[in-house]
């Protein structure tokens, strides 16, 4: 039985070992509540004077002997990992999937991964662990966190203040739990109303935070997130591209993210381009995005057609227990190809779990005859923000960085008809929905080399325009 992990960073946080029980820990990414989980399950290890240590994997370890796996459901943070017992293997990921961990258990062997690409060449059925869940070699797959479990429900009647006054103070605290002592840490800024409210409260905490964005020239959000930077004195790069260098990212991106989902990659490649240029020019540790906004607060435009408040709940959670294997995925792949950790303050666990006590009409609220997505994470930020950016339409990333259809207009017009027709069908059940997603299959199968089952596991966006 052999456990490994790679460490990044200069903060030892990542292994747990235990003598006495033969145990060991190996974890991916943060637990944000570390010192006191360690502090509350007895966890005594030794600090070093004048240097910075994190006790996450740990305390996880400390709490698992404690408490068993429901230490998982304690840990507040974006996590994954493996976790050997003894003669028993363990492999965990927290309740969003912030952090990936794919699993290729046989009569033969039982292997786990951060990566699909790992696994692969073995031509055996991975399946990624979905998030809440741990895997033991024991007793196979368990979930310990459920979101559909029941919410704790508020006291009405409950104002519209308070709702906005909660989600500031949760999103504050989540971007001060996502800033480490010690670490470089820059922001992804689209001029969209999230990534500006991520990096509106990530200035107050860093001194001359540095906000890259990408987009084409004269784009929509292009001028807002400059607009953004000046007003406030923000060190700023901006990156346009062109059709050219979409085309050029192409197999690299496909590489990286691990899927061939056509809007996927779609919004994939601008952020690949902008985590090759961070890298190039200061090698941060992590980059703050605003991802999660349209997935907790309504922010996709199909929704406000949803006006019965049980079937708009019930799309928000199909959106979240997706997530993990799209844009979440894109999150957690792309900028980490370039040694570079994303981290999304709007996921943490507990905004999230807010989230889904706040009523439907203040998510999708009709203001003048016009129905405004998001709009109490707005309301929430309408002091911190300039009005003009806080209420303005919201742009779909690859849209708004002015590359939507770039790709889309550019396959359908260099594959024909012929070779659509002949060539759609991956597998008995799944066909490819354009040429653009044609060319992604022919590139990730190349690659990869998928097997049916593995391929039946991948997630797919439901509709191109979200």
């Known amino acids: 039985m052999v456990v490994g992990a790679n460490q990044k960073d200069m903060i030892p946080s990542i292994v747990g070992v235990d003598v006495k029980t033969n145990s060991i820990l190996a974890l991916d990414g943060h637990v944000y509540n570390a010192d006191f989980l360690a502090t509350k399950y007895g966890c005594n290890v030794p600090?070093?004077?004048g240097k910075l240590e994190r006790l996450d994997a740990t305390a996880l370890l400390a709490g698992y002997f404690a408490i068993g796996i429901d230490i998982f459901k304690e840990a507040i943070g974006s996590f994954s990992g493996i976790l050997k017992d003894g003669e028993t293997l363990i492999g965990f990921r927290d309740p969003i999937g912030g952090k990936p961990l794919y699993v290729c258990d046989t009569?033969?062997?039982?292997l786990f991964a951060s990566e699909l690409k790992a696994l692969s060449p073995l031509q055996e059925t991975i399946v990624p662990l979905n998030p809440g869940q741990v895997f033991?070699?024991?007793?196979g797959a368990k979930k310990y966190f459920d979101f559909k479990s029941p919410q704790n429900s508020l006291p009405h009647p409950?104002?519209?203040?308070?709702?906005?006054?909660k989600i500031r103070e949760l999103l504050k605290n989540a971007v001060r739990d996502n800033i480490c002592p010690g670490e470089h840490v820059c922001a992804l800024l689209s001029g969209g109303i999230d990534s500006t409210i991520v990096v509106s409260l990530a200035k107050d905490l860093i001194k001359n935070l540095h906000a890259y964005t990408v987009a084409v020239e004269g784009s929509n959000d292009l001028a807002y997130a400059q607009r953004y930077t000046k007003?406030?004195?923000?060190?700023?790069?901006i990156v346009t591209i062109t059709i050219d260098d979409l085309l050029k990212m192409i197999p690299d991106v496909i590489y990286a993210l691990e899927t061939f989902d056509a809007a996927l990659i779609r919004s994939a490649i601008p952020m690949f381009i902008i985590s090759k240029k961070m890298n190039e020019d200061e090698k941060p540790d992590v980059v703050l995005t605003g991802e999660g906004g349209d997935e907790l607060f309504g922010g996709y435009d199909y929704l406000k057609a949803l006006s019965n408040e049980q079937e708009f709940n019930r799309e928000l959670l199909n959106l979240l227990e997706i997530e993990h294997k799209t844009g979440l995925q894109r999150v957690d792949r792309i900028p980490y190809?370039?040694?570079?950790?994303?981290r999304a303050p709007l996921f943490d666990r507990r905004?999230?779990?807010?989230?889904?006590?706040?009523?439907?009409d203040l998510k999708i609220r009709e203001v003048g005859g016009k129905k405004i997505e998001k709009y109490i994470l707005r309301r929430a930020f309408e002091k911190d923000i300039p009005p003009d950016f806080v209420w303005r339409e919201k742009e779909k990333f690859s849209k708004g960085v002015g590359s939507q259809f770039?790709?889309?207009?550019?396959?359908?017009?260099?594959i024909s008809d012929e070779e659509f027709e002949s060539e759609k069908r991956v597998t008995d059940t799944l066909v490819v929905r354009s040429k653009e997603e044609l060319y992604f299959w022919r590139i990730f199968n190349s690659k990869f080399h998928p097997t049916p089952a593995t391929i039946s596991q991948l997630g797919f966006t439901s509709s191109y325009e979200i």
């Open 47 to 49: 600090r070093s004077p």
């Open 107 to 110: 009569d033969s062997f039982l």
């Open 136 to 139: 033991s070699s024991r007793e």
């Open 158 to 165: 409950i104002t519209e203040d308070f709702y906005a006054n």
């Open 231 to 237: 007003a406030y004195n923000l060190p700023h790069t």
């Open 337 to 342: 190809h370039f040694s570079i950790e994303a």
């Open 351 to 360: 905004l999230v779990e807010f989230s889904f006590q706040i009523p439907h």
């Open 406 to 414: 770039f790709l889309r207009d550019y396959f359908q017009n260099h």
